[in-house]
Nanobody, 119 residues
Framework: QVQLVESGGGLVQAGGSLRLSCAAS????????VGWFRQAPGKEREFVAA????????SYADSVKGRFTISRDNAKNTVYLQMNSLKPEDTAVYYC????????????WGQGTQVTVSS
């Protein structure tokens, strides 16, 4: 089992940047594929980005492609989400999630971190 803790959220102006971190404890993080999701008020949770266990393959939602970058440092048991050119519509609670096998459901979730982008 793995425990996930997100950090790095905050308030930023449109066009600014933030880097979110997802720190894991428990089993070695390299055993897990990791995804970032977000949920805005009154909306469904949506996929943002994912990285495979090896770190060699990433995927992104169309809405963030070219602006967000997911990466991982397995030695630090941490996955990052670098968010650039932020827009007000990126405002949401961001969650990281982990899964043991790629292309399966995410079984482990963090508590979330708030990102607010002002116009």
């Amino acid at each position: 089992q793995v425990q996930l803790v997100e950090s790095g959220g905050g308030l930023v102006q449109a066009g600014g940047s933030l880097r979110l971190s997802c720190a894991a404890s428990g089993r070695p993080f390299s055993s897990y594929g990791v995804g970032w999701f977000r949920q805005a008020p009154g909306k469904e949770r949506e996929f943002v980005a994912a990285i495979r266990r090896s770190g060699g393959s990433t995927s992104y939602a169309d809405s963030v492609k070219g602006r967000f970058t997911i990466s991982r440092d397995n030695a630090k048991n941490t996955v990052y989400l670098q968010m650039n050119s932020l827009k007000p519509e990126d405002t949401a609670v961001y969650y990281c999630a982990a899964r043991v096998l790629d292309d399966t459901s995410y079984a482990y979730w963090g508590q979330g971190t708030q990102v607010t982008v002002s116009s």
